[in-house]
Each structure stands twice: as structure tokens, then as C-alpha cells.
């Protein structure tokens, strides 16, 4: 009972905090509107995909970037936390650490899932319609943010200042950004780049997610739902150990 | 065996809400922080844990919260072990860090229903609870205002009421007034003088100010280096230095003369500065001024605590570097 009061407190709290600060909330979204309408919009005056304008094809895929960046840098909140002693308050209540842990992870989730919903109402000027398919995508965006929020915690678990952490975020957001075919089609790929892409989950992500807005999959719903389940169990699992063993 | 079975069969369940037996931490590189040090707290007792910046204040309390992990030794809180009960040692007690640990974005109020969710504290009487603890530290009128519109006496204020929210047996406070005002402060010694009076919980304070701790402790224990120097009660350790403090400021005090009076029990003279601990002072004052010679001034007080603090901690420091004999 106190273990779940324990994680709805620390999960209010984030959203909370998020919400309060609106400048936050509209900086995360102005990046990924800037991606849709000037990259977008340029390239896509050149070429098309599938079928697919090319704002259209690389929409799901810029919901996965702000996806990727909201969630990563949120683990710079945990610095912070140390940083004022507010981690010792929640460290010496009686709650598990892995309590606070997916506290902490719910709260990442829901301010990522707060921005993407913002993005998706701005869906008709890229010519995308989700339709019924919205529950899925949020199911999807979901288990995706657990993964990605626990990477940035765990990131910041192990940190000591928020400019050590934007060091080595950058260092883990754009590869998992440029290798996750949120800009390209997988097809005709250099080996090299197509084996890295393969290993990256966020690949199955962007595939679920292009799936779902405009029907055109590489791997499948099921595929990419077995593997983006595993990324996350795996991510909390070792996140619960990261924060069991912080030092504070 | 057989008389200590006995023994713990009739006596009433030990009062001591904290039991500290050779308490060590030894932090990477041998640095021994804790040095084996004992000592326990009663109920309803206020017991200051006094000392230099560095003299390991903090780690203890830290183990004693369950922050920290003990090298050796061992600590009970409310009768539960620090190291294999962390659950239990943290229902049982509040704490108040050094430095603020409140988020300043949500308000009083949000702070400490945080806290409440977090300890468990059942949601039919959350609301009351807070409303008690808002009202405990005057801070009623403020709890819907963000934390960081707070000064940072009313923070240290909410961040008391918060430790005592899920009725703690033991409430430890680190610092809780340090690099607050005196105005501030006196306020922070009133409501924690209140809380004795209401709540008749134990108290902890680490604290390097000693009027603080002349004011609000019923016991002392000095720590330097890692060590418990001395521990008793504030009256009691003012009465061992023997006597009163005569400060007399001159230029060429005639010294030898002074160590023959009997009632004479230290004698410190730095520059032009000496320092007298004198028993019954005012009534030998007379004497000692007529052999002493031509003083410039003269000044005559009962013993305070830094005369205690600097007896059992600053002794050495002289001696080493001062190069006075």
C-alpha cells in the first residue's frame, strides 16, 4: 500500500512540476514542429517515400525523436533531485528504491506522452489521420517511454552534474535517433547502416508507429511489439539496479 | 545467561529510542569518519550532537537514517536495527536535512502531501494531519504558495512540519538553523521547544552553534574526529570546567602568583588576553586583581558552552600551533 502511494506521489509530483512549467512544455514541441514543416517541408518538396509525402512518412518518426529527447533528458531531473536533497527525502521514506525508480519512470512517461499528444493534434497539417488506431499508438508510445525514460535515469543515476549529463545524453540521443529510420526507408541501406539500424530498438518503434498512422510496416505489430517489450523490461530492470546502488 | 534472561523478563521494555554501540564508517582511502562511537537517547529527550565542521555530525546521523551503510558497530532506532530493519528505522523516525530537500516548484501543501503518500499515512486523516503539522510551524496562511516564494526560514519551518507528519518516535535535525537569521532562528528554537512540550518525541540535533545547544538540548554529546569526547548535560559540563571565566586584558600579568591560589583551576594566557577559570569567581575577584598588577580591563561570566566546546576540541589546535607554554 505505501509502495504504491509511494509511486503515485513521486509520479504527481513530476507531472505536476512538468505542467507547471510551461515553458518547458512548449519548448519540447517547437523542435519537432521545426523538423516537420522546414526539413519536412523542404526535402519534401524534392522527393516522396512509398507513395507517402515525405512530411507524411517521417511524421511518426519525429514523435519518436521528441519522444527520444524528452525522455532522455528528463533523466537529468535525477541530478538535479541529488543536487537539491530532494532525493534524500524520498531515499529515506519507506519506500522501495525501486518504488521511487518507476515512480520516476510513470512521471517521465506521462510528460512524453503529454508533449506527443500536442503533436498529434497538429497531425492533419501533415497530411497524417490517426483514426482508430490512436489507442494503439499510445499503447506503443507508452511501453517505447519506459525504455527511453529508464535510459535517462539510469544515465543520471550515475551523474554528478547536468553538463556531465548532457555530455553523454547527446552522446546516446542521436545515434538512436539517426539509426532508428525515423528519416529513411530501410530498403537499399548500406549493410553496415542497416545492421546498426536493425539493433536499435527504436527502429521497431518508428515501424509501429508508421504502421499504425499510414500503413506501411517493415517488420509487423507483433514483431515490433515483442522487442520494444523486451527493451523496456530490460531498461527498468536495470534501472531498479542503477538506483538501488546510487549514491546520494 | 540465566540472570540476564531474568533480567530482561521483569525490566520494562527499554526507553531508549536510540541505542548507538561503536558506531564506525570508514570511507574509502581509510578515512575514518565515525570512530567507534556509543551513545543512547531516551524518550522525549532532546540530545545535541555537537562538533567541528568535519567531525562526523552528519555520517552519523546519516546511519542513523539508513542513508548510509555502517563499516562496523551497531544502532538501534525505536528497538529496530539500522542495518538489517531500514523499513522499520524509517517509519520511526523524521528528518530535517542540512540542506533544504523540499521541491520549491509544488506548495507547502503538495510538499507535505507528498510526504504523507509516500509514509503510508492513511488518506481519512491526511488532510487533518497536515492541517495539524501547517499549524504546528505557523505556516497555514502559506500553504498554497509555491515553496519558492518561501523564505528560507519558513522553508526550513514546512520542512520540521513535514518531518513530523507521519508522527515520528524520533525526529533528528541537522543543522536546522544554520545560515538563518537570528530572528529566524529564535522562531525555529521556539517551535521546536514546542514540539517537546506537545509531541514528547526524541530529538536529535547536530549543531555547531552552542547557544542552540545551551537552549533546546537535555544532553551533549561533543564528537571530534570521529570520537564522543564527552557526553552529559549542558549544566553538568559548564560545572566540570570548575568554575567561572575571567578574561583580564594586560600587558605584564603576573602569573606565578595566581598559580598558587587554590580556588585558580586553569590558567590560559594568549598575547596580551588571559583567561582565568576561577571557582566562585566573584567573590576572589579582589584577590586576584591585587596581585595580579595594572590590568586594562576586565571581564567576569559564568561558563557558557563554547568554554566547554573549546575545552574538549580547540585545546589542541593551541597548543599545537600556538607556541604558547
Redesign the interface.
Known amino acids: 500500500m505505501t509502495e504504491l502511494g509511494g509511486l503515485y506521489a513521486i509520479w504527481e509530483r513530476e507531472v505536476r512540476v512538468y505542467l507547471r512549467e510551461r515553458s518547458r512544455v512548449l519548448s519540447s514541441i517547437v523542435s519537432p514542429i521545426l523538423w516537420l514543416v522546414v526539413y519536412g517541408g523542404g526535402l519534401g518538396s524534392q522527393i516522396s517515400v512509398s507513395g507517402l509525402s515525405y512530411q507524411a512518412y517521417i511524421y511518426p518518426g519525429i514523435i519518436v525523436m521528441a519522444l527520444i529527447f524528452s525522455s532522455v533528458f528528463y533523466g537529468a531531473s535525477i541530478v538535479w533531485d541529488k543536487k537539491i536533497d530532494f532525493l534524500k527525502e524520498v531515499l529515506v521514506a519507506p519506500v522501495r528504491r525501486s518504488t521511487a525508480f518507476l515512480g520516476k519512470v510513470a512521471g517521465g512517461a506521462t510528460d512524453g506522452l503529454i508533449q506527443a499528444s500536442i503533436i498529434l493534434l497538429l497531425s492533419p497539417f501533415f497530411g497524417v489521420s490517426v483514426g482508430l488506431n490512436l489507442v494503439l499508438v499510445y499503447m506503443y508510445m507508452i511501453i517505447l517511454l519506459v525504455g527511453l525514460v529508464s535510459i535517462g535515469l539510469i544515465i543520471g543515476s550515475f551523474m554528478e552534474s547536468s553538463e556531465g549529463f548532457s555530455l553523454i545524453g547527446g552522446f546516446i540521443i542521436f545515434p538512436l535517433f539517426f539509426l532508428s529510420g525515423a528519416l529513411f526507408p530501410l530498403t537499399n541501406l548500406p549493410d553496415w547502416l542497416l545492421t546498426l539500424t536493425l539493433a536499435n530498438p527504436l527502429t521497431y518503434g518508428v515501424d509501429a508507429l508508421r504502421g499504425l498512422m499510414l500503413g506501411s510496416y517493415r517488420f509487423g505489430l507483433f514483431v515490433d511489439f515483442s522487442i520494444l517489450l523486451t527493451f523496456a523490461a530490460v531498461m527498468v530492470g536495470l534501472g531498479s539496479l542503477a538506483f538501488e546502488h546510487m549514491k546520494v | 545467561m540465566v540472570t540476564e534472561l531474568v533480567a530482561s523478563q521483569l525490566s520494562p521494555p527499554s526507553a531508549d529510542m536510540v541505542k548507538v554501540s561503536n558506531l564506525t564508517k570508514i570511507y574509502k582511502g581509510n578515512i575514518k569518519a565515525v570512530d567507534g562511537v556509543s551513545f543512547s537517547i531516551s524518550e522525549g529527550e532532546v540530545f545535541g550532537l555537537l562538533g567541528p565542521n568535519g567531525a562526523g555530525k552528519t555520517t552519523t546521523l546519516h546511519m542513523l537514517?539508513?542513508?548510509l551503510k555502517p563499516t562496523g558497530g551497531e544502532a538501534k532506532v525505536n528497538g529496530f536495527d539500522v542495518v538489517k530493519q531500514p523499513?522499520?528505522v524509517?517509519?520511526s523516525?523524521g528528518?530535517v536535512?542540512q540542506?533544504?530537500?523540499?521541491?520549491?516548484?509544488?506548495t507547502g501543501y503538495?510538499n507535505l502531501?507528498?510526504?504523507a503518500?509516500?509514509?503510508?499515512v492513511p488518506s481519512s486523516i491526511r488532510r487533518q494531519r497536515i492541517d495539524e503539522v501547517l499549524q504546528l510551524v505557523d505556516l497555514t496562511d502559506r500553504r498554497n504558495d509555491l515553496l519558492k516564494h518561501y523564505s528560507g526560514g519558513m522553508r526550513r519551518r514546512l520542512e520540521i512540519a513535514?518531518g513530523l507528519l507521519h508522527r515520528p518516535k524520533v525526529l533528528f535535525l541537522d543543522e536546522p538553523t544554520l545560515g538563518l537569521d537570528p530572528q529566524t532562528r529564535e522562531h525555529i528554537w521556539e517551535y521546536i521547544e514546542r514540539l517537546v512540550k506537545e509531541e514528547r518525541l526524541s530529538i536529535i540535533i547536530t549543531t555547531h552553534y552552542m547557544d542552540e545547544a545551551d537552549k533546546l538540548c537535555d544532553r551533549i554529546a561533543i564528537i571530534d574526529h570521529g570520537v564522543v569526547v564527552v557526553n552529559d548535560t549542558p549544566g553538568e559540563l559548564k560545572r566540570r570546567l570548575g568554575g567561572d571565566i575571567i578574561k583580564i586584558r594586560m600587558k605584564t600579568p603576573n602569573l606565578p602568583m595566581l598559580e598558587s591560589f587554590p580556588y585558580v583551576k586553569e590558567i590560559e594566557a594568549r598575547g596580551e588576553e588571559i583567561t582565568l577559570t576561577v571557582e566562585e569567581a566573584g567573590s576572589h575577584i579582589q584577590e586576584i586583581l591585587g596581585v595580579i598588577g595594572k590590568v586594562d580591563s576586565v571581564d567576569l561570566r559564568p561558563p557558557t558552552l563554547s568554554d566547554v566546546f573549546l575545552k574538549y576540541t580547540g585545546r589542541q589546535y593551541q597548543e599545537q600551533g600556538g607556541g604558547g607554554n
Open positions: 537514517a539508513t542513508i523499513g522499520k524509517r517509519e523516525i528528518i536535512f540542506d533544504p530537500s523540499s521541491d520549491e516548484l509544488l503538495e502531501k507528498m510526504h503518500l509516500m509514509y503510508g513535514r
